[in-house]
Nanobody, 118 residues
Framework: QVQLVESGGGLVQPGGSLRVSCAAS????????LTWVRQAHGNELEWVST???????DYADSVKGRFTISRDNTKNTVYLQMNNLESEDTALYYC????????????RGPGTQVTVSS
């Protein structure tokens, strides 16, 4: 069965960096588009970034220039490198299968918490 497991979240100061990872199994990873979404407390899920099977990437305006999505097909893992973090980036980060317009109909992991605070 499809499994997505996020890791790497934690507490970081404003301006700091963090990399979260998502290990995937149960599907042909190299052919899949993968997406990161996040949910701040009390808010709806927000699309953050997508990487397609060919390595093409897309970012929400709020994270463009600060976040970088990447994938390692040898490890079935997708990453989200987050730099220059802001308090507004505090959220539960999930990886999901699918693209920007389809992830909500795919699979999603349990999430990893990222807290940006001094």
């Amino acid at each position: 069965q499809v499994q997505l497991v996020e890791s790497g979240g934690g507490l970081v100061q404003p301006g700091g960096s963090l990399r979260v990872s998502c290990a995937a199994s149960g599907f042909t990873f190299s052919l899949a588009s993968l997406t990161w979404v996040r949910q701040a407390h009390g808010n709806e899920l927000e699309w953050v970034s997508t990487i397609n099977y060919a390595g093409g990437t897309d970012y929400a305006d709020s994270v463009k220039g600060r976040f970088t999505i990447s994938r390692d097909n040898t490890k079935n893992t997708v990453y989200l490198q987050m730099n220059n973090l802001e308090s507004e980036d505090t959220a539960l980060y999930y990886c999901a299968t699918g693209e920007r317009s389809t992830w909500m109909r795919g699979y999603r992991g349990p999430g990893t918490q990222v807290t940006v605070s001094s």
